[in-house]
């Protein structure tokens, strides 16, 4: 079985890139930093993950992923190898199958950047003040 879950924010904005041939296929690459459950002394806190979404795929995460967004995917591992001036190297990388967002655009900051600027979010919608209360709706 070769199946991989994980859960992190993006390093930076999915770089996107389509296949030669007749129809081309959207290829995007993305890394996420996956935080780590426990830490030792003098090593890193998050693992940062390579991971390749193809077609429709490829072309969601082009469109709706940003830097700093969290992000679960679920997919399978894939080692690749290549020779390079003689010498072979590898690299391994999560083939996404699956992607969702982890997060709402408000807990992002997404909304409240939008808010603080005066400017609406890009679905035209503000984020509701927690401290409304019902009375003082005109409704």
């Known amino acids: ?24 296929v959207a290829v995007a690459r993305y890394t996420l930093a996956v935080n780590r459950r426990f830490k030792r002394k003098d090593e890193p806190e998050a693992d940062f993950i390579p991971c390749v979404a193809l077609g429709k795929r490829g072309e969601f995460a082009e ?4 830097k700093g967004q969290l992000v679960g995917v679920i997919g399978r591992l ?10 072979r190297r590898y690299a391994t990388e999560v083939i996404i199958e699956e992607q969702h967002f982890a997060e709402s655009k408000k807990d992002s900051g ?4 939008a808010k603080e600027n005066g400017q609406a979010p890009a679905d035209g919608f503000y984020p509701i ?11």
Request: proline share 6%.
């Open 78 to 87: 894939q080692v690749r190898s290549w020779d390079k001036d003689g010498e």
């Open 110 to 113: 997404e909304g409240k950047a």
């Open 129 to 139: 003040d927690e401290s409304v209360e019902d009375d003082d709706l005109p409704f």
């Open 1 to 24: 079985m070769n199946k991989v879950i994980l859960m992190g924010r993006l390093t930076r904005s999915p770089e996107v890139r389509y296949s030669q041939g007749a129809e081309p």
């Open 63 to 66: 469109k709706y992923f940003r």
